[in-house]
């Protein structure tokens, strides 16, 4: 199937400038965490202060994208506990993840950063371990300079009505489901 080329732009309404964003990369489907790292880098090509916390991974998990991101510049805290079906104590897993809230309440809110990378964040509002009402409230109130992405599954509808961006990512196919374990370098 053959398509026919434009040759003329979209046409649309007038655009605005907005000082920052707020981007959701939510979905079934492989590449949330990437995309939002594509933006980080974009991002960082522009001298910008960017910066992650992670809410899922723990420290135990060696991510390649962590060492190549702080080579770049951009400042990584991994606050999470694992999976949850790993956890001996979901209790401490909670603690945990409204540690890492804590703490990225408080990167958001200084100012220091003009991107702020909220990974798998959506796992711990649906879990009903962090008030998914104070994340809408510091994403409306952030600094004016501070864009947020935010990833994970099943973005709650409070955050895609807050967000200027939703992607979904969505499955067609992965190897995990035909028995391919994730791979050193290509999944993490």
Request: net charge negative.
């Amino acid at each position: 199937m053959s398509q026919i080329p434009p040759t003329e732009a979209p046409r649309g309404e007038e655009r605005a400038w907005a000082p920052s964003l707020v981007l959701v990369n939510t979905g079934d489907g492989k590449g949330k965490t990437t995309a939002a790292l594509g933006t980080l880098l974009r991002a960082r090509a522009r001298n910008w202060n960017v910066c992650v916390v992670q809410f899922m991974k723990s420290g135990d998990w060696k991510v390649g994208e962590e060492q190549s991101a702080r080579e770049l510049g951009i400042d990584w805290w991994t606050i999470g506990d694992g999976f949850t079906w790993e956890s001996d104590d979901l209790d401490r897993s909670q603690a945990v993840a409204l540690e890492a809230w804590r703490h990225a309440k408080e990167v958001i809110g200084g100012g220091e950063y003009q991107v702020v990378m909220l990974d798998e964040v959506t796992y711990p509002m649906n879990y009903g371990w962090i008030d998914t009402a104070e994340v809408v409230a510091t994403l409306r109130d952030r600094p004016e300079q501070t864009t947020v992405i935010l990833t994970g599954r099943d973005a709650p509808a409070e955050i895609i009505e807050v967000a200027d961006t939703v992607t979904e990512m969505r499955k067609v196919k992965h190897a995990f489901d035909r028995g391919i374990r994730a791979r050193r370098g290509i999944d993490y």
